[in-house]
């Protein structure tokens, strides 16, 4: 009779625990500008949406913005595989290309983007102080460009330092090659403006982890930008930068870096619960 009744305290344990596991829901084609914005804008109306996967049972969740690359000039928004089942949102953006626009246009977007993330997540369940910006090449660069050049999301009527963490990937952080190329200016002529993340270090700005391949399989200086980046958010005072460098990995370096996406995510997040 014992027997039994452990057998089933057992079995009712793993019923329980197989109905508690969390259940995610996927919307698609969001659109993130208001009805005015995209009524105006043919191609603000096609392009400008996103696709949001959400844990639907659990509360105050975390979310990553995920940016795709593409060079500003192609590809299309995506839930990375390697994001899902972790108990927290992921929102995957389109944004308008160059050269049906000007690459600041795609800054622009990102920007509008996360503001719609922090102006909405809550309806969702999730919590707005854990809103992450990643994203992989030009999606890292406009993780990097809407995080630290606090203009962009400021015109949304969003402060960027309630982002809390920039997790770029293999990111651009001189001006941005497309926004060269616009102004006659040579992929390989180096160049630091108004465009570049780097002009906009400061010590205030959200946790800041660089993850980029290996130097001498990435595209073009994209390590040494990065870390040269590093260096400077540093040097001025930022106290929560890191770099990692994955060796033996080119610019297509996304699957080795989510786990590294996750455990800062994770990180962040048991920090937040141990202030609140």
């Not at 009744?5 to 996927?26: C, D």
């Not at 593409?70 to 949102?89: C, R, S, V, Y």
């Not at 330092?161 to 060269?180: D, M, V, W, Y």
Request: charged letters at 20%; a positive charge; glycine letters at 8%.
């Amino acid at each position: 009779m014992k027997k039994i009744f452990l057998l089933l305290s057992f079995f009712l344990f793993a019923i329980s625990s197989f109905a508690q596991k969390t259940a995610y829901e996927t919307k698609l084609n969001i659109q993130y500008y208001n009805s005015a914005v995209n009524k105006s804008d043919s191609y603000i109306n096609e392009r400008c949406v996103l696709d949001i996967y959400y844990p639907t049972n659990i509360k105050n969740f975390a979310t990553i913005i995920w940016f795709h690359g593409g060079g500003l000039t192609g590809g299309n928004k995506e839930i990375p595989e390697a994001l899902k089942n972790k108990g927290f949102a992921v929102i995957g953006i389109n944004y308008r290309l160059s050269p049906k626009v000007k690459a600041a246009k795609s800054i622009e977007d990102a920007a509008a983007a996360i503001a719609w993330t922090f102006n909405n997540i809550a309806g969702y369940g999730g919590d707005p102080s854990l809103i992450f910006v990643s994203g992989h090449s030009a999606g890292g660069y406009l993780a990097a460009m809407t995080g630290l050049d606090k203009k962009w999301l400021q015109k949304e009527g969003i402060d960027a330092n309630k982002i809390a963490g920039l997790i770029p990937f293999s990111a651009q952080c001189i001006t941005h090659f497309e926004i060269r190329r616009e102004n006659g200016i040579p992929e390989t002529q180096p160049t630091i403006d108004a465009f570049a993340p780097l002009f906009y270090v400061r010590a205030d700005a959200p946790p800041l982890l660089l993850i980029t391949g290996d130097r001498e399989l990435e595209m073009l200086g994209r390590y040494e930008e990065n870390a040269y980046l590093a260096r400077m958010m540093k040097l001025v005072g930022h106290k929560q930068t890191k770099l990692f460098e994955l060796d033996g990995y080119g610019h297509g370096m996304t699957e080795p870096a989510f786990p590294l996406l996750v455990n800062e995510v994770n990180r962040i997040i048991k920090e937040h619960q141990k202030l609140n």
